[in-house]
């Protein structure tokens, strides 16, 4: 494949990229916005999926395991 070719390639696959970036993002914006704003941690998982994480169970598995055993 020419040089040209080539260049012009990555550039569509770079618009394309950035298309489905920004589709994604509008996709899960209200999602986002309100997990957020109950300060819980949003990752993105894939095109469209996100896992959701309330950091407050995180301090429930502290005080599980600093429990003493029966």
């Given amino acids: 494949m020419h ?3 080539t260049n012009r390639l ?3 696959k770079a618009q394309l ?7 994604d993002r509008d996709l ?3 999602q986002d916005w309100w997990a957020h ?3 819980w941690t949003v990752t993105r998982t894939g095109f ?5 994480r309330d950091p407050r169970f995180d301090l429930v598995l ?5 429990a ?3």
């Fill in 3 to 5: 040089f040209h070719g």
């Fill in 10 to 12: 990555l550039r569509i």
């Fill in 17 to 23: 990229g950035g298309l489905a970036g920004q589709a």
């Fill in 28 to 30: 899960c914006v209200d």
């Fill in 37 to 39: 704003r109950l300060g």
């Fill in 48 to 52: 469209g999926a996100r896992r959701y």
């Fill in 62 to 66: 502290e005080l599980e395991r600093a």
């Fill in 68 to 70: 003493p055993r029966a």
